[in-house]
C-alpha cells in the first residue's frame, strides 16, 4: 500500500443530481455507464485472453463485476460468466482448459471456452481469494483470512460464530498494527493456503501458519505468491520483525506444499521486497525490492536471485524509475515490466541475464512509450504482449501490441469514445530552479475566449502523482466538464521523475513542494483563459495536508485561493504520529516520533498557523479511516468554526480513507461542488 494515501484524492463515481443535469459533454450519467475493465489473462497457448469488466449498479451501490473471453488476434468477445454476484480473478490451469476464479468468497473452477462445468474448490469458512495454480495443475494456493491458532477449519467457524453471538464486541490487542485502513486487525491473519484443484472436496492446507501476515499489508497485490515450476514448493512474503507498525521489512520465503519449517532467501535487506516469480528453468527467484528500511517509496528494483548460490542481484541498476508488476518471458531470459515516468507507465524490458558490461541503465529497454499501461502478459511465443492500457481521456480497456513493434490494438471495445479533451502537458521552474511537471485539463466543451475558474487538484502520497490515466474514484474529468479547468502538479515527492525527487519531500512537507506547487499556479493563471480571481484547490491524504497548509499560508502576492476544500487531510502531525497505524511511514517521514524529533513536526504542523486562518473551507472524512483518522479533520473543523470562517464539515460513518459507495460518492460530489460553485461560480 504505497504511501499515505496513494494517488490523489481519488474517490468514487459522480456528482450530485443539480450536477448531473448540466449539458457538458461527460457528468455523473455518463461516468455510471463507464464499464471498468481489468485484470487480463492470456491463455498458455496465446489464443485468448480472460479478463474482467465491471458495472456500477446504483440502486445495489456496489460495482458487479463479469468474466469475458477474446481472442488474443481480436475478434468476437464472450462472457462467460453472469448473475447478481461479482466473479473475479481469472486464471488459466496450465492446460489451458479450465480457469479458476472468485465468487462468493471461495474459489471455483470452470470450462475456459463456455464458462460451463463449475465446481467449487475451497469451502473454507473464512473464504478464499487471488486463486493461482500449480504449474502440474494439481493445486491451486490462495489467501485466507484464519485466526492465527487455528489448525483446522471447524476451529475458525467455531471462533467466527462464538464472535458473532458475542454480545461483547471490544477490541483487544497486545500488539501493534491492531487495524488497518480501514478495518480492525486484531483478531484474524492473511495466510496461503493450498488445496487440491480437482474439486473433490480436499482439506485445504494452511502453508504459512503462524501469527504473521502472508503477504503483509504493504504493497501487497494480493497474488504475491508463486509455485516452483516443479509445483513442490512455493514462494510468500512474510514480515519476521517483531514490531510491524514500524518495519516495511518483508521477505520472501521458500517452504515445501508439503508444509514445514520456511526458509527465507532476502534475509540481507531490509526493506520490502515483494512478486517473487520463478524462472521457468527454476534456476532463478525475481522479485522487486526496496532497499532502504522503513522507506515505503524507495525506489523499486527487479532482483534477481540465484537458487544454487543463495546470491541476489539488481538487474534495474543505473535505471532511475520504479519498477512495477512485471511478467517473464516464456523462454525465462527477459522480464517485461512498467514504470511511471512523469505521468505514463511505458513498458520496458531487461533481460534476466544481461551481458556483464551491460549492467548498467542502458540494459533497460524502453518496449511501448505511449499509455498508462499495467498488467502486463506475455503470450507462449515470447512476442505478443496484453495489458491494461488508459488515458485521462479514455477508460482502461485491454491492449495487445508485440515486442519488436509498439502499435497496439483494442481487445475489449468496451467503452465508447466520450469526446473528452486530453490533458496537456505543462512545466514550470519550482523550488531551487528544479523543473516540475504536471498536467492542465480543460473542459470538452473548451472556449479560449471565455473566462474560467482554476481547480487545482493536489495528489496524495506524499509520494504519489498526478498520472494521465483514466481513475474511478477521481475523476478530472468531471470536474472539468462543470466548467473549471483543472490544473494537477506533480510537485516534491511525486513519482515518475527519478527518486531525487520523489525523495525531497521527507521531513519537507510544506517546504519545496508548496513551493513547487504555487509557482506552478502563478504560470498557469497566465493564460489568458483562466480567471485569476477565481483560484481554488481540493486534496485529501498529503493533498489534505497541503491544503491545510495553505490555509495558514494563503499570502502569495500572485494571487489567492478564493475557497478551499480538505477531504482526510493530515493536520496535527503530533496526533497524527501515534492513532495512524503505518507508523514506519511517519517514522521515516519527520526522522522520528514527536518525543524524538520535535522540530519538524512542529515546523511542518498546519495546526500551528490558525491564526492565519481565513479562507473559506469544506472538510470531508470517513469515519472508518485508520490510515488519516477522522480526528484529523475533526480537529480542523473546529479550529475553523472557532475562527469564523465559513466552513462546512460532512463525514461518512461507512466510509475509510477513500469514498468508494456510489451512493455516497453521488452525494460527496454533490457537495464538493455545491462548495466550489458557491465561491467559484464556474
Known amino acids: 500500500m504505497k504511501r499515505i494515501f496513494f494517488l490523489l484524492f481519488l474517490f468514487a463515481f459522480a456528482f450530485a443530481n443539480s450536477?448531473?443535469?448540466?449539458?457538458?459533454?461527460?457528468?455523473?450519467?455518463?461516468?455510471?455507464?463507464?464499464?471498468?475493465?481489468?485484470?487480463?489473462?492470456?491463455?498458455?497457448?496465446?489464443?485468448?485472453?480472460?479478463?474482467?469488466?465491471?458495472?456500477?449498479?446504483?440502486?445495489?451501490?456496489?460495482?458487479?463485476?463479469?468474466?469475458?473471453?477474446?481472442p488474443s488476434a481480436g475478434g468476437e468477445i464472450r462472457q462467460i460468466t453472469k448473475g447478481d454476484k461479482s466473479n473475479s480473478s481469472p486464471r488459466w490451469s496450465p492446460d489451458g482448459k479450465r480457469i479458476a476464479f472468485t465468487t462468493g468468497g471461495q474459489i471455483w473452477t470452470m470450462d475456459a471456452d463456455d464458462g460451463g462445468d463449475r465446481k467449487q474448490i475451497t469451502k473454507i469458512s473464512t473464504g478464499a481469494g487471488n486463486p493461482v495454480w500449480s504449474p502440474n495443475g494439481k493445486w491451486i494456493a490462495f489467501n485466507s483470512e484464519v485466526y492465527p491458532d487455528c489448525a483446522f477449519d471447524e476451529c475458525n467457524r467455531q471462533k467466527d460464530e462464538a464472535q458473532e453471538a458475542n454480545k461483547v464486541q471490544a477490541h483487544v490487542t497486545e500488539r501493534l498494527l491492531y487495524r488497518h485502513w480501514a478495518e480492525w486487525r486484531d483478531r484474524k491473519r492473511t495466510h496461503v493456503l493450498v488445496v487440491s484443484s480437482d474439486g473433490n472436496g480436499s482439506v485445504a492446507k494452511d502453508l504459512t501458519p503462524g501469527d504473521f501476515d502472508s503477504p503483509p499489508y504493504a504493497a501487497s497485490t494480493g497474488f504475491d505468491y508463486a509455485f516452483s515450476p516443479d509445483s513442490r514448493e512455493i514462494a510468500f512474503l512474510r514480515n519476521p520483525d517483531k514490531v510491524e507498525a514500524i518495519s516495511t521489512n518483508s521477505d520472501v520465503y521458500i517452504v515445501s506444499i508439503d508444509g514445514g519449517t520456511a526458509r527465507n532467501i532476502t534475509a540481507n535487506n531490509k526493506g520490502y521486497d515483494a512478486s517473487p516469480v520463478y524462472t521457468p528453468d527454476g534456476k532463478y527467484v525475481i522479485y522487486r525490492s526496496q532497499a532502504t528500511q522503513g522507506f515505503e517509496s524507495d525506489r523499486w528494483r527487479i532482483m534477481r536471485?540465484?537458487?544454487?548460490?543463495?546470491?541476489?542481484?539488481?538487474?534495474?541498476?543505473?535505471?532511475?524509475?520504479?519498477?512495477?508488476?512485471?511478467?517473464?518471458?516464456?523462454?525465462?531470459?527477459?522480464?517485461?515490466?512498467?514504470?511511471?515516468?512523469?505521468?505514463?507507465?511505458?513498458?520496458?524490458?531487461?533481460?534476466?541475464?544481461?551481458?556483464?558490461?551491460?549492467?548498467?541503465?542502458?540494459?533497460?529497454?524502453?518496449?511501448?512509450?505511449?499509455?498508462?499501461?499495467?498488467?502486463?502478459?506475455?503470450?507462449?511465443?515470447?512476442?505478443?504482449?496484453?495489458?491494461?492500457?488508459?488515458?485521462?481521456?479514455?477508460?482502461?480497456?485491454?491492449?495487445?501490441?508485440?515486442?519488436?513493434?509498439?502499435?497496439?490494438?483494442?481487445?475489449?471495445?468496451?467503452?465508447?469514445?466520450?469526446?473528452?479533451?486530453?490533458?496537456?502537458?505543462?512545466?514550470?521552474?519550482?523550488?531551487?530552479?528544479?523543473?516540475?511537471?504536471?498536467?492542465?485539463?480543460?473542459?470538452?466543451?473548451?472556449?479560449?475566449?471565455?473566462?474560467?475558474?482554476?481547480?487545482?487538484?493536489?495528489?496524495?502520497?506524499?509520494?504519489?502523482?498526478?498520472?494521465?490515466?483514466?481513475?474511478?474514484?477521481?475523476?478530472?474529468?468531471?470536474?472539468?466538464?462543470?466548467?473549471?479547468?483543472?490544473?494537477?502538479?506533480?510537485?516534491?515527492?511525486?513519482?515518475?521523475?527519478?527518486?531525487?525527487?520523489?525523495?525531497?519531500?521527507?521531513?519537507?512537507?510544506?517546504?519545496?513542494?508548496?513551493?513547487?506547487?504555487?509557482?506552478?499556479?502563478?504560470?498557469?493563471?497566465?493564460?489568458?483563459?483562466?480567471?485569476?480571481?477565481?483560484?481554488?484547490?481540493?486534496?485529501?491524504?498529503?493533498?489534505?495536508?497541503?491544503?491545510?497548509?495553505?490555509?495558514?499560508?494563503?499570502?502569495?502576492?500572485?494571487?489567492?485561493?478564493?475557497?478551499?476544500?480538505?477531504?482526510?487531510?493530515?493536520?496535527?502531525?503530533?496526533?497524527?504520529?501515534?492513532?495512524?497505524?503505518?507508523?514506519?511511514?511517519?517514522?521515516?517521514?519527520f526522522k522520528g516520533m514527536p518525543w524524538e524529533n520535535p522540530v519538524n513536526y512542529q515546523r511542518w504542523s498546519p495546526h500551528k498557523f490558525v491564526n492565519n486562518f481565513n479562507t473559506p473551507t469544506l472538510v470531508t472524512a470517513g469515519e472508518i479511516d485508520y490510515r488519516v483518522p477522522i480526528d484529523q479533520s475533526l480537529q480542523l473543523f473546529t479550529a475553523l468554526q472557532l475562527k469564523g470562517v465559513d466552513s462546512k464539515l460532512v463525514v461518512f460513518p461507512d466510509e475509510g480513507h477513500w469514498i468508494l459507495k456510489p451512493q455516497n460518492s453521488q452525494f460527496w460530489y454533490g457537495q464538493v461542488l455545491d462548495w466550489l460553485g458557491k465561491y467559484l461560480n464556474p
Not at 465491471?54 to 468474466?67: L, P, R, T
Not at 516464456?330 to 514504470?339: H, L, Q, R
Not at 479533451?421 to 523543473?435: R, S
Open 305 to 589: 536471485y540465484n537458487r544454487q548460490t543463495g546470491a541476489s542481484e539488481e538487474l534495474t541498476g543505473g535505471f532511475d524509475l520504479q519498477a512495477d508488476d512485471f511478467v517473464l518471458s516464456p523462454d525465462g531470459k527477459t522480464i517485461y515490466f512498467t514504470a511511471n515516468e512523469r505521468g505514463l507507465a511505458p513498458i520496458y524490458s531487461v533481460a534476466v541475464e544481461p551481458a556483464r558490461q551491460m549492467k548498467s541503465a542502458t540494459s533497460v529497454k524502453k518496449i511501448i512509450s505511449g499509455g498508462f499501461n499495467s498488467n502486463v502478459n506475455i503470450a507462449r511465443d515470447g512476442k505478443t504482449l496484453v495489458f491494461l492500457s488508459s488515458s485521462n481521456a479514455a477508460p482502461g480497456e485491454i491492449f495487445r501490441a508485440f515486442v519488436d513493434s509498439p502499435q497496439a490494438i483494442n481487445l475489449s471495445r468496451a467503452n465508447t469514445d466520450f469526446n473528452l479533451q486530453k490533458p496537456e502537458d505543462v512545466e514550470w521552474t519550482g523550488a531551487m530552479n528544479t523543473k516540475i511537471h504536471g498536467f492542465l485539463l480543460k473542459p470538452a466543451n473548451f472556449n479560449p475566449s471565455k473566462k474560467y475558474p482554476l481547480l487545482v487538484i493536489i495528489h496524495g502520497g506524499p509520494q504519489g502523482a498526478s498520472n494521465n490515466n483514466w481513475g474511478y474514484r477521481w475523476n478530472p474529468q468531471i470536474f472539468a466538464n462543470a466548467g473549471y479547468v483543472v490544473f494537477s502538479p506533480n510537485p516534491r515527492g511525486s513519482t515518475g521523475y527519478g527518486q531525487k525527487l520523489t525523495n525531497e519531500v521527507s521531513a519537507d512537507w510544506g517546504g519545496k513542494a508548496y513551493v513547487d506547487i504555487m509557482s506552478g499556479v502563478a504560470n498557469v493563471i497566465k493564460n489568458p483563459y483562466i480567471d485569476k480571481n477565481r483560484i481554488g484547490a481540493a486534496g485529501a491524504s498529503y493533498g489534505g495536508y497541503m491544503v491545510d497548509w495553505i490555509l495558514g499560508h494563503n499570502n502569495d502576492p500572485r494571487f489567492k485561493f478564493k475557497t478551499l476544500v480538505s477531504h482526510a487531510g493530515v493536520y496535527n502531525l503530533e496526533s497524527m504520529a501515534t492513532v495512524t497505524e503505518e507508523l514506519w511511514f511517519v517514522n521515516y517521514e
Open 19 to 70: 450536477y448531473a443535469q448540466q449539458t457538458s459533454a461527460f457528468n455523473f450519467n455518463e461516468l455510471m455507464k463507464v464499464r471498468r475493465v481489468g485484470d487480463p489473462q492470456i491463455s498458455p497457448d496465446g489464443r485468448f485472453v480472460a479478463y474482467t469488466i465491471g458495472n456500477v449498479d446504483m440502486a445495489a451501490n456496489k460495482v458487479v463485476s463479469q468474466i469475458y473471453i477474446v
